[in-house]
T-cell receptor, first 114, second 111 residues
Framework: GAGVSQSPSNKVTEKGKDVELRCDPISGHTALYWYRQSLGQGLEFLIYFQGNSAPDKSGLPSDRFSAERTGGSVSTLTIQRTQQEDSAVYLC????????????FGPGTRLTVL | RKEVEQDPGPFNVPEGATVAFNCTYSNSASQSFFWYRQDCRKEPKLLMSVYSSGNEDGRFTAQLNRASQYISLLIRDSKLSDSATYLCVVNIRAAGNKLTFGGGTRVLVKP
């Protein structure tokens, strides 16, 4: 498809387990963002990749969270030792560059930590 | 204080009526402003950018007031399909182009 895709769409895990969330951005988009949205809340910035530059990790809530972007394309967000407060929808977005509004969001991964 | 604040609503709007709501931002270095629309359990989608001179896209009008640090969205002739959460979004280029989202304003258009 032409849009941003994310997998899995839903993930239920037990507290303490590690999870990996995947994002496939739109082909050719150099910028990739991860956000999370808790129930009824706005979007919270997590991390931002732009080309080959060092990622902006300023939004990651703890060192249990990490993300990689391989080959300037696919990104994986990893949450180690999940906690119940990690339950949220994790949204990935990509854009052609760093300026302008053109952030296209994926459908998100709904993470539930039991 | 949140960087971007919105009235969560809901704004209950009769079909065909006009509804308007604001969003305030705290960082005067904010440079770009947008409205996104988010339907229930869906991802946000860009509705429109907000320009200094104000701009219109069909039934939607966006305004920016830098002096008072707020933006507004007005929807004329509301349709049932306008029911959604409207997210105010601010970009501070100096902060690395991270979009900062407001919590959203929920609009319910009723027949």
């Amino acid at each position: 498809g032409a849009g941003v895709s994310q997998s899995p769409s839903n993930k239920v895990t037990e507290k303490g387990k590690d999870v990996e969330l995947r994002c496939d951005p739109i082909s050719g988009h150099t910028a990739l963002y991860w956000y999370r949205q808790s129930l009824g809340q706005g979007l919270e910035f997590l991390i931002y990749f732009q080309g080959n530059s060092a990622p902006d990790k300023s939004g990651l809530p703890s060192d249990r969270f990490s993300a990689e972007r391989t080959g300037g394309s696919v990104s994986t967000l990893t949450i180690q030792r999940t906690q119940q407060e990690d339950s949220a929808v994790y949204l990935c977005a990509s854009s052609p560059g760093t300026s302008g509004p053109g952030r296209f969001f994926g459908p998100g991964t709904r993470l539930t930590v039991l | 204080r949140k960087e971007v604040e919105q009235d969560p609503g809901p704004f209950n709007v009769p079909e065909g009526a006009t509804v308007a709501f604001n969003c305030t931002y705290s960082n005067s270095a904010s440079q770009s402003f947008f409205w996104y629309r988010q339907d229930c359990r869906k991802e946000p989608k860009l509705l429109m950018s907000v320009y200094s001179s104000g701009n219109e896209d069909g039934r939607f009008t966006a305004q920016l007031n830098r002096a008072s640090q707020y933006i507004s969205l007005l929807i004329r002739d509301s349709k049932l399909s306008d029911s959604a959460t409207y997210l105010c979004v601010v970009n501070i280029r100096a902060a690395g182009n991270k979009l900062t989202f407001g919590g959203g304003t929920r609009v319910l258009v009723k027949p």
